[in-house]
């Protein structure tokens, strides 16, 4: 499985390592022709004002609402694809919303179908504030969707990149194989 990473700024190197252990073939994604042929894509964390004007730049964000594979997007992730930016995922989030504090923290979620909690690594991470009626919740945080799934997009609000859980990007992988047996090119 061919998984583009979006390498313009943030995680990627990460979310690539991650991949790789994982069986898949993690490419760097910087320009436009170099979604062709991926069989999904992530976008990872870092700055989400950063990603939109970089993104911008380089011709991405048009080839990027234009990529219909499944695509997995975490923390700045999420926000550049929510209905703010990119209009591709029906929620809408406040950016950097747990206050200086406590600005990164990590936490146990639940995660639906699995015993064994998931650690979350929260680093100035989005609150998501209103979902839409084909989002699904696949994980909490004191009440507040962290975990989501709409169709073909897998988001979190935390790094999943930064621990030794592979779970989410396993279910993302499970997602991408699923896609590509129905042949929705
Ligand atoms: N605070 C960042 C933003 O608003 C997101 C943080 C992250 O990706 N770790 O884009």
């Known amino acids: ?4 990473v979006l390498a313009v700024q943030g995680n990627f190197r990460e979310h690539a390592a991650m991949l790789r ?3 898949a073939d993690p490419v760097e994604v910087r320009k436009p022709e170099q979604l062709q042929g991926l069989d999904g894509l992530v ?3 870092g700055e989400s004002t950063t990603f939109m004007r970089l993104m911008r730049l380089y011709g991405l964000e048009e080839a990027v609402r234009r ?3 499944p695509i997995l997007g975490t923390c700045a992730g999420l926000i550049v694809l929510d209905r703010e ?3 591709l995922l029906d929620v809408d989030v406040e950016r950097n919303a747990y206050g200086r504090q406590v600005a990164s923290f990590e936490a ?4 639906v179908g699995e015993d064994e909690p998931l650690r979350g690594v929260f680093i100035r991470a989005p609150r998501v504030e209103r979902v839409g009626g084909d989002v699904e919740v696949l994980a909490e945080l004191d009440g507040e969707p962290v975990l989501l799934r709409q169709g073909r ?3 979190a609000t935390f790094h999943p ?3 030794d859980d592979t779970r989410v990007h396993e279910l993302f992988l499970d997602s991408v194989r699923e896609a590509s047996l129905v042949g929705t090119q």
């Open 1 to 4: 499985m061919k998984i583009g």
């Open 21 to 23: 252990r994982l069986g």
């Open 43 to 45: 976008i990872p964390g």
């Open 67 to 69: 990529f219909e594979r």
């Open 85 to 87: 930016h990119l209009g």
């Open 108 to 111: 146990d979620l639940d995660l």
């Open 153 to 155: 997009f897998l988001v």
């Open 161 to 163: 990149e930064l621990t």
